[in-house]
């Protein structure tokens, strides 16, 4: 692979998490009914008093969160959305730790559906051994649980950053959360930087409002969005043409190479 000197048009990637540097086993519909189905167990045998719908309370919630988020670009936590959904259910009084286990057990069972992606691994390891800069920039409400998966995958030692949208308190396709994870890579130059990631409407519109160049990735073997009628809330609507298409992060390297030898 071509090395980066000083003088490379491009200095840094930055990758999404989510169908991009990892996968899910099932759609996102399933994942989350697992998931919601081990916080409801959990809650009750913590002794709170729960409705009988709570599980279509808490992914009402979830959708509403989201898309809310989608609107004014500032990111909610897992926490505050639980938090308050309990409140509203006569639960005020629960404290911080509380909640965070009771977001633990949600998270968990994700977990256990959750690999990285093929080739991931290898690539960032090309990468970062070729000059990159590299950073992963994730819009979610429970942003430890991407910074374990980072760890537990071995991705860390190759990445300059892992931001978060509930860290910042801002969702792609805001601007600003690429170009705060740029700072955080050291890099100053958005036109240096490409972005990598699979959902349109966040990271290939996001970061070309931020003038960087833009990967759209859709690995065959991520399950994520693959009951797209049950999902279509998470993606977002906006669309835009990605400077690439690749079909696996193997593929990423020869793009970025063209990249460097034409000067683009």
Avoid at 192 to 205: E, L, P, Q, S
Avoid at 238 to 250: G, K, V
């Amino acid at each position: 692979m071509r090395p980066v000197t000083s003088q490379s048009p491009i200095q840094g990637v930055i990758f999404d998490f989510g169908s991009t540097l990892s996968i899910l086993r099932r759609p996102w519909s399933v994942v989350i009914a697992e998931c919601t189905t081990a916080l409801t167990g959990h809650l009750k045998r913590s002794g709170l008093q729960l409705p009988a719908n709570f599980p279509e309370l808490w992914s009402a919630m979830l959708r509403f969160a989201v898309q809310h988020a989608g609107r004014d670009g500032i990111e909610r936590t897992a926490d505050d959305i639980l938090a308050a959904l309990l409140a509203s259910q006569g639960h005020a009084d629960l404290t911080p730790d509380f909640i965070g286990q009771a977001m633990d057990v949600y998270f968990g069972a994700e977990d256990a559906l959750r690999a990285p992606a093929t080739g991931a691994l290898s690539a960032l390891a090309e990468l970062r051994a070729a000059g990159y800069r590299l950073a992963v920039l994730s819009n979610t409400i429970s942003g430890q649980w991407v910074q374990r998966w980072t760890d537990r995958f071995g991705f860390r030692p190759y990445l300059d950053a892992v931001i978060t949208s509930d860290a910042i308190a801002i969702r792609k396709p805001r601007a600003e959360a690429f170009t705060t994870t740029m700072t955080q890579m050291g890099l100053a130059r958005p036109e240096a930087v490409v972005m990598v990631g699979d959902t349109v409407a966040h990271d290939i519109v996001g970061a070309q409002a931020a003038a960087m160049r833009t990967v759209q990735i859709s690995l065959a073997e991520d399950q994520s969005f693959s009951d797209r009628s049950a999902s279509a809330w998470l993606v977002g609507e906006m669309t835009a043409e990605p400077d690439a298409f690749i079909t696996e992060l193997a593929a990423l390297a020869p793009v970025l190479d063209r990249w460097q030898s034409d000067g683009r």
